[in-house]
């Protein structure tokens, strides 16, 4: 099935730094949703893209929809503390596909 | 407005046990998802259940199973536990079935098989 590979696996920054996480897969898809999980709790949804090329932005966060539809990268900027988590990116395959499919998730962690 | 709620919180259980997990999607969501995700992992799809009808299945064994009642709530279900099915069992609501479309997870529910 499909897979999708999230770089970087984790990543130790200091405050107010910027962060760029990015995720591909090896066939296309047709939506892209970024997460973030907290330790012990479910995931929440940051921000969904829809089409090829879309740049969205949801305060501080920014994602985009790669050209190629192969490919999405989740842009974090002025970081704080309570940025520290886990961040996933999750695709749809196609129209009316129904399996979810997410990457192994990017750990984050913000030294003040 | 409530989100997506998942009960219980916490649930241990010996191998060869039977347990049932319980989700109430967001209210005017027809759809729920149900997904494992073990430690250090991303979650898994197990199933998608749209108006009470199964719309898509993961590679999991029979040994699971899922229904969706009238009120759009949800049961999964586990048959002759094994220690590896340990894991968080997470809960996720939509308005529709499949892609593209937005997902909202619950809290989870943390199974512990001993």
């Known amino acids: 099935g499909q897979q999708l590979n999230q770089s970087p696996q984790s990543m130790f920054i200091q405050e107010g730094e910027d962060v760029s996480m990015n995720c591909t897969s090896s066939?296309?898809?047709?939506?892209w949703l970024w997460y973030k999980q907290d330790p012990g709790e479910g995931p929440v949804l940051l921000i969904a893209l829809y089409k090829a090329g879309e740049l969205t932005s949801n305060g501080r966060l920014t994602a985009q929809f790669g050209i190629t539809r192969k490919d999405s990268f989740l842009n974090i900027s002025a970081s704080i503390p309570s940025d520290v988590g886990i961040y996933f990116c999750?695709?749809?395959?196609?129209?009316?596909?129904?399996?979810?499919?997410f990457g192994k998730g990017t750990k984050l962690s913000v030294i003040p | 407005d409530a989100g997506v709620t998942q009960s219980p919180t916490h649930l241990i259980k010996t191998r060869g046990q039977h347990v049932t997990l319980r989700c109430s999607p967001i209210s005017g969501h027809k759809s729920v998802s149900w997904y494992q995700q073990v430690l250090g992992q991303g979650p898994q799809f197990i199933f998608q259940?749209?108006?009470?009808?199964?719309?898509g299945r993961g590679n999991f064994p029979d040994r699971f199973s899922a229904r969706q009642f009238p009120n759009y709530s949800s049961e999964l279900n586990v048959n002759a536990l094994l220690l590896g099915d340990s894991a968080l069992y997470l809960c996720a609501s939509s308005f529709q079935a499949g892609g593209p479309n937005e997902q909202f997870f619950g809290p989870g529910t943390r199974l512990t098989v001993l």
């Open positions: 999750a695709g749809f395959s196609g129209a009316g596909s129904y399996q979810l499919t």
């Open positions: 259940y749209y108006e009470k009808e199964e719309r």
């Open positions: 066939s296309i898809f047709n939506t």
